[in-house]
């Protein structure tokens, strides 16, 4: 019957409410300083159609650093980042290393990288160590089931160590049960998938490493929120490690670096250190980044020396003063340089592997490269803060493993690995490259030409500079003791004059931008003013040519007025200046326009100026300059 059927369902999509409070204990674990070091570098999947978690388990953990947490499981967000924590303390805590496969090797007679897994005594024993470590940290909340006391606990032992734990599971007539132990249910959540290596997907990493950084960052999270000075445990707020502490010195009790140090972000990550080769500190200026290793292990008021070192670096400009020399030999030069000045200023401790030479007190770092570049074969086993080899003073902001917006396009990636390498290879005992291998890397490296520098070149090729000349047409008395005497003053050729000049066509079309167009203008004016140009021909083209004459140089910047606004057809009005008889005959012709034009045929010296990223229809026999 009509009108009995079954309601219509309400449109709109559903929500994951069992994915949404896994991703948000997941950045329960994110916030969290301890396990924020572990959580970056490590894989995440929960995908449905490559599940390697058991069906009445919440995760299990590889040896390359990749957690599988059960797509399917429902629970509250406090109870993943429990799971999430449990997985990372195994990596942190070395229970997925080659070596612990010993005892599982032994009784299947399988290789440690053929199907090799961890046997069940030694799961449970390390489960165990991370479930009385988790015991002690207000982090998540166990699952039910999970987490509590097993029925093995009195092998324990009252000393933590899993190996012995293992081996008395070993002796067990029946293989442990770890249902309750693990995050697997009955099943082991230790998978080991073979060696890290720069292969892999998740690289070589030093889990135990991360986790010492992680426990310095909580126990100085910690004892700020005890001290009132954050509210709150968590990654971002409340960190005061040395390094920050050092750095907070600066801004508060050191005025000639307070405000370099509070314009720099610290960055002190052991992976991104390792990653990019940073064995204690590193500086961009360009990225307005401080790089620090927290495993670096130096101690006390040494942090502040390092810290003072880098922001001179940046403060003195050492990025951009080294001209042509060579870069390590610049950033060694500088190191003596300014390590000397912070041990007479008594900034900090000096440590043991700074670059310091009493010998060379009181010189420039232009007279220290001097001296190194004569003996540079004596050079090469010197090392800077950030390793043997490697300059401290970086280019560019760098890349973190766990950086979203690391990605560049292929261009830039392409030309940083290739300069990456040739820096390596020029390294001791590498070998000779063929010269004109090397020529063509250094040129890609080389960053591109800004469009006004090339515009620039292009004026100095039609405008040499004019000569002056002295002439008694125009008497000079400028000389004080002899105000009587005429003598000759300098003046400018007017034959000369009279024909530096060029032509200007100016796209005035509707597709044209009148910001961009102001910018060209502006450079246009400024270059031909700088290189004596009296007078600029400019005719402005749409739908036809309008020519306005003779114009000085700023006042097509500052007071043209644009007349038409149709269409774009450009080759009436350079023809117009070309058959004009007031135009030299040597005169270039400048053709600004967005480049949606018609094939345009000239016959004299010209160039295109066009917006970046635009290309002209046809190929073009002048050169083209891209302004943006």
């Known amino acids: 019957m009509p009108g009995r ?52 388990g919440w995760a299990v953990v590889t040896s390359l650093g990749h957690v599988w947490l059960h797509p399917r499981r429902r629970g509250e967000p406090e109870e993943w980042a429990w799971v999430a924590a449990h997985c990372l303390l195994h990596l942190g805590f070395g229970h997925l290393d080659q070596h612990r496969l010993a005892g599982w090797r032994a009784a299947t007679g399988l290789p440690s990288g053929a199907g090799a897994r961890f046997d069940a005594a030694w799961n449970l024993a390390a489960c165990t160590t991370v479930n009385r470590f988790l015991s002690h940290l207000k982090v998540g909340r166990p699952p039910e089931g999970l987490g509590g006391p097993t029925d093995y606990d009195h092998l324990a032992g009252g000393t933590g160590d899993e190996g012995p734990f293992a081996e008395r599971l070993r002796a067990l007539k029946t293989p442990p049960y770890l249902g309750g132990a693990g995050t697997a249910g009955s099943d082991g959540d230790l998978r080991w998938a073979g060696v890290p290596s720069r292969r892999t997907w998740a690289g070589p990493v030093s889990w135990p490493d991360l986790l010492a950084a992680g426990l ?78 927290p495993l670096c292990g130096l101690e006390g008021s040494e942090h502040r020396f390092v810290i003072a070192h880098e922001l001179l670096h940046a403060g003195l400009r050492h990025d951009t003063r080294g001209g042509g020399r060579d870069p390590w030999l610049w950033n060694v030069a500088c190191d003596y340089v300014i390590n000397g000045w ?6 900090g401790d000096l440590p043991d592997s700074a670059l310091y030479d009493p010998s060379l007190r009181g010189k420039s770092a232009e007279e220290v490269y001097d001296e190194i570049a004569a003996a540079r074969r004596r050079t090469w086993k010197l ?105 000759a003053g300098w003046h400018l050729p007017e034959e000369l004059m009279q024909s530096r000049t060029f032509g200007v066509v100016l796209d005035t079309s509707g597709s044209m931008d009148r910001r961009l167009l102001g910018k060209a203008l502006g450079a246009v004016a400024s270059y031909a003013v700088t290189r004596d140009v009296q007078a600029v021909r400019v005719v402005f083209c749409d739908a036809d040519a ?83």
């Open 5 to 56: 059927g079954r309601p219509p369902r309400r449109s709109g999509t559903r929500t994951d409410l069992a994915a949404e409070n896994r991703t948000r204990g997941l950045e329960l674990i994110q916030r969290h300083p301890l396990f924020a070091p572990l959580e970056h570098p490590a894989w995440w999947h929960a995908s449905q159609g490559d599940d390697q978690c058991p069906p009445d």
């Open 216 to 293: 310095a960052s909580a126990v100085g999270a910690a004892v700020d929120v005890a001290g009132g000075v954050a509210d709150h445990l968590t990654a971002e707020g409340g960190r005061k490690t040395q390094w920050r502490q050092a750095l907070n010195w600066f801004v508060s009790s050191y005025p000639l670096l307070g405000a370099l140090a509070a314009a720099f972000k610290l960055v002190e990550d052991a992976e991104v250190c390792r990653l990019h080769g940073i064995q204690v500190a590193a500086i961009s200026p360009a990225g307005a980044e401080l790089y620090v290793n």
């Open 342 to 347: 912070l041990a007479e200023m008594a900034v």
């Open 383 to 487: 090392a800077t803060w950030r390793g043997p080899g490697a300059c401290d003073i970086l280019p560019r902001r760098l890349a973190r493993p766990y950086d979203p917006a690391r990605g560049v396009d292929l261009d830039e990636f392409y030309r940083r690995c290739l300069a990456d390498g040739l820096d390596y290879y020029h390294g001791p005992g590498r070998g000779l490259l063929p010269a004109g291998l090397v020529e063509e890397i250094r040129a890609l490296a080389e960053p591109p030409v800004p469009w006004d520098v090339d515009l620039a070149r292009w004026f100095d090729d039609h405008f040499v500079p004019v000569e002056r000349r002295r002439s008694y047409a125009r008497a000079s008395r400028r000389q004080s003791a002899t105000p009587d005497i005429p003598r």
């Open 546 to 628: 309008h020519d306005n004459g003779w114009m000085h140089p700023l006042d097509i910047a500052g007071r043209v007025r644009i007349r038409g606004r149709g269409g774009t057809v450009l080759q009436p009005g350079i023809d117009l200046l070309e058959h004009a008889p007031d135009f030299p005959d040597d005169g270039p012709i400048l053709v600004i326009t967005d480049a949606w034009i018609d094939r345009v045929r000239i016959k004299r010296e010209h160039a295109f100026l066009i917006p970046a990223g635009a290309v002209l229809p046809f190929p073009a026999r002048g050169p083209v300059f891209r302004f943006s």
